[in-house]
Nanobody, 119 residues
Framework: VQLQASGGGLVQAGGSLRLSCAASGSIFSINGMGWYRQAPGKQRELVAAITSGGGTNYADSVKGRFTISRDNAKNTVYLQMNSLKPEDTAVYYC??????????????WGQGTQVTVSS
């Protein structure tokens, strides 16, 4: 199973970006999916998560600005980021809790995509 993240880039404060993360490979089902970020010198932190049923959870710092969604038919999770701030600058990682069959299940991570917000 591979997760391919895309959509990062350089944007001015107040701007928007949309991240995508597509899962491929031996997939029976995908449970939770999420986005994390890691800024230089800081620990990786949860940004947003979404269950297979569409339930969502957000870090307080992004509530009202970011929206997580998923397309189960495409095994893809998205992160719409609006009103971006310089403190949102980080490498963003997606992850997915994937069942390859009725027995095998584990969490996979994408390769990370850089988001840089200039002031």
């Amino acid at each position: 199973v591979q997760l391919q993240a895309s959509g990062g880039g350089l944007v001015q404060a107040g701007g928007s970006l949309r991240l995508s993360c597509a899962a491929s490979g031996s997939i029976f089902s995908i449970n939770g999916m999420g986005w994390y970020r890691q800024a230089p010198g800081k620990q990786r932190e949860l940004v947003a998560a979404i269950t297979s049923g569409g339930g969502t959870n957000y870090a307080d710092s992004v509530k009202g600005r970011f929206t997580i969604s998923r397309d189960n038919a495409k095994n893809t999770v998205y992160l719409q980021m609006n009103s971006l701030k310089p403190e949102d600058t980080a490498v963003y990682y997606c992850n997915a809790d994937v069942a390859s069959d009725l027995i095998r299940r584990r969490v996979y991570w994408g390769q990370g995509t850089q988001v840089t917000v200039s002031s």
